[in-house]
């Protein structure tokens, strides 16, 4: 199912600068820094990497326009964030959790919503993710901590 909507603005960046704050992410056992390069990510989000991806998203999506609105209403996409993990070399992210009776009040949805809306913004934010990581990201520069050619 493709969602029929425009793209909305990317994220602005600024969850926490340290990504052991993050449930996802295993913290290595040497401390290699807190570059989390939020600056300059969010500049290839703006540069056409949240678009790329958001169309990629939308033409797979399961929620139906109704649901995405009230996602842009909670402002659950401006809550998405994401980091560069040193760490592992990748981009990671992080997705808002969303409370179950965030749709509760609304008649169109029933009691799976928030659970598909979160499972929905995950798949968005790894699209990001890879869009990010495969397109924008120049593996072979120094640009994001890489050394090697």
Same mark, same amino acid.
């Given at each position: 199912m493709a969602l029929d909507t425009e793209v909305p603005d990317p994220p602005a960046l600024r969850g926490s600068s340290d990504p052991g704050d993050y449930d996802a992410v295993d913290e290595p056992e040497e401390r290699i820094g807190d570059d989390v390069r939020r600056d300059e990510l969010e500049g290839f989000?703006?540069?056409g990497a949240w678009e790329d991806a958001f169309d990629d998203w939308a033409d797979r999506t399961y929620?139906?326009?109704a649901e995405f609105r009230a996602v842009r209403e909670?402002?659950?996409?401006?809550?998405?964030? $994401?980091?560069?993990?040193?760490?592992?070399?990748?981009?990671g992210y992080r997705?808002?959790?969303?409370?179950?009776?965030? $749709?509760a009040d609304r008649e169109a949805f029933d009691a799976d919503t928030a659970e598909t809306v979160e499972e929905e913004l995950d798949d968005l934010a790894r699209?990001?993710?890879?869009?990010?990581?495969?397109?924008?990201?120049?593996?072979?520069?120094?640009? $994001?901590?890489?050394?090697?050619?």
């Open positions: 989000l703006q540069a929620l139906i326009d909670a402002g659950l996409l401006d809550e998405l964030d $994401f980091y560069w993990n040193q760490a592992a070399e990748d981009v997705v808002p959790s969303i409370p179950e009776d965030q $749709f699209t990001v993710s890879e869009v990010l990581e495969n397109d924008y990201i120049h593996r072979g520069s120094e640009e $994001f901590g890489y050394d090697w050619e």
